[in-house]
């Protein structure tokens, strides 16, 4: 090539290259350094804005959870109490004063019926 020769822009012998010369000329208007300081701009804030909302959240999960480990601390020890007093109303002293208060009466004579034999009905 003579250094008065004009480069053409187009390759008439070999189309196949025209179309190689049009995807990198693309490529580099894609990533001019424009485009790439307001592409590189924007993946910053959304990223920044994903990154606050993960972390509140997860700040808000931390108050729920302790919020439940207290109901489940009060729960326990309503359960708790609720055990003692159903074995405090189960408790013989607790079943004759109920017997007293709604006037039973004990029964002293207590016959106890034996079989004679050892018969049995059968089918």
Avoid at 99 to 116: C, E, G, M, R
């Amino acid at each position: 090539m003579g250094k008065f020769w004009k480069k053409e822009e187009h390759n008439h012998h070999f189309p196949e290259l025209n179309r190689r010369y049009q995807i990198i000329s693309r490529l580099k208007g894609l990533f001019s350094p424009n485009k790439l300081a307001i592409t590189l701009t924007v993946l910053t804030v959304v990223t920044g804005f994903v990154y606050l909302t993960q972390t509140n959240s997860v700040a808000t999960k931390g108050y729920q959870i302790r919020e439940l480990d207290e109901k489940l601390s009060v729960l326990k020890e309503d359960n708790r109490q609720l055990n003692l007093n159903y074995i405090e109303l189960q408790s013989m002293a607790k079943v004759i004063e109920e017997a007293n208060n709604l006037n039973l009466v004990a029964s002293s004579d207590i016959q106890v019926i034996t079989p004679l034999g050892s018969s049995v009905a059968l089918r």
